[in-house]
Structures are given as C-alpha cells and as structure tokens.
C-alpha cells in the first residue's frame, strides 16, 4: 500500500481563521513534506521532517506551523493566511532522505478569502 | 546543486502517436531522476525511477525512459498516445542526503482524438 492521504480536500478560509491540514501514511515512512503547489507550477518544498523532527524549513512564513506528532501523521496549522497563499497543499512521505522515491498524496485545495 | 530543465510547457499530440517528452539534468553527482505525473485536482503519481541499476527504465501506464549519461537527458517516451494520458508530466531530480527533489516546469500533454 502506497498511500498517503489528506484532509481535508478542499478548505475555503478567511484571513482571521484558524485551520488545519492533516497527512497520514502507514507505510512506516520516516520522512514527511509539505509542498505548496500553484497552478500550472511544479510544487515547491515547504519542509521536511525526518524521524518526527523538522528537518528542512525553506523559509516559510511563520503563519504556516508543521507539526509531527508520530511517524504516520503530518499536520499543517494556518494561522492569519493571505489571498496568495491559496493553492493545492501537498503532501509526500518516503522510507528515509537517501534519495528515495516520494509518494504524493491527493492534496488539499486552499483558498484564502 | 542538481536541477532539471524540461522544455515545452505544451505538448500535443494525437492519439495513437509518441509521446515524448524531454528532460535534461544537471548533476555533480550519479543522479537519481524521477518522472511523476499529475491529473487534474490530483496528487502526483509516481510513472518511473532512474537508480543507476539499468539505463532503460520501465515505468507504468506504458512509459519508459532511457537514461543517457552523455546527453544529460532523461526523456520519457510511450509508443501510442492514449486521451488517458492528457496530464501534467513533472521531471525531477533528487538530491543526495536531504532527498531534496528538483522539479522541472512540467509538460502539460494534450492527446488530440
């Protein structure tokens, strides 16, 4: 079972609220990403955790806080986004960060009022 | 650092016909290379991996690429075109010790009935 799976599918916020974006996979992947994906763009790495610990911010701004609680979940918090932050959020495990192949999962689509 | 250059945003073709689509790396090192495919309001999927283990690579749906050290190249190739592989097709290569991957622009394939 390659899976990874996201929730929700689509989230519509506004710039005050509060959300979550939610990734599991039980394939006893240790690493984890978020990617942030425009349209008609190739996604770009947001972070990467590696054994549950942070280990890539691309300097992201502090309005986007990852968090790992285990090894199979991934959640992203939102907190005060802006209209450009709409877009499709991606998520992707893989056994280690030894040049391993990412799994994707479906993505949630993000619009920001 | 390692990059990938895919040219063409656009690519049509008809159906029944090749499918190829170019990608070149940069690389100081062996590179691994990964072609992925995304369908509309999808995930990336994986279609095939270069490990170094064999030049031609098998992938799904009827893809393959071959790699070629000489050419820096990594194209992908499927023999007769299918309306099914209308998609958005991201070459990409993976750097060693963080599995950073470096996404290409995409191809955006169009099959023509």
């Known amino acids: 079972d390659t899976e990874v799976t996201q929730t929700p599918k689509h989230l519509v916020m506004g710039m005050t609220n509060k959300k979550s974006l939610k990734c599991e996979q039980h394939?006893?992947?240790?690493?984890m990403y978020w990617y942030k994906q425009k349209a008609k763009k190739p996604p770009e790495l947001m972070f990467v955790?590696?054994?549950?610990?942070?280990?890539i911010n691309e300097s992201v701004p502090s309005r986007f806080s990852p968090e790992c609680p285990n090894s199979s979940l991934l959640n992203l918090h939102l907190h005060a986004l802006q209209p450009e932050d709409s877009a499709l959020y991606l998520c992707?495990?893989?056994?280690?960060?030894?040049?391993?192949?990412?799994?994707f999962g479906p993505g949630t689509r993000l619009l920001v009022l | 650092a390692q990059s990938v250059t895919q040219l063409g945003s656009h690519v049509s073709v008809s159906e029944g016909a090749l499918v190829l689509l170019r990608c070149n790396y940069s690389?100081?090192?062996?590179?691994?290379l990964f072609w992925y495919v995304q369908y509309p309001n999808q995930g990336l999927q994986l279609l095939l991996k270069y490990t170094s283990a064999a030049t031609l690579v098998k992938g799904i749906n009827g893809f393959e690429a071959e790699f070629k050290k000489s050419e820096t190249s990594f194209h992908l190739t499927k023999p007769s075109a299918h309306m099914s592989d209308a998609a958005e097709y991201f070459c990409?290569?993976?750097?060693?010790?963080?599995?950073?991957?470096?996404f290409g622009k995409g191809n955006q394939v169009v099959v023509i009935p």
């Open positions: 990409a290569v993976s750097a060693e010790g963080n599995n950073r991957l470096a």
């Open positions: 955790y590696s054994y549950e610990k942070l280990s």
């Open positions: 992707a495990s893989s056994p280690g960060l030894s040049q391993e192949t990412q799994y």
């Open positions: 690389s100081s090192v062996p590179p691994y």
């Open positions: 394939m006893g992947h240790r690493a």
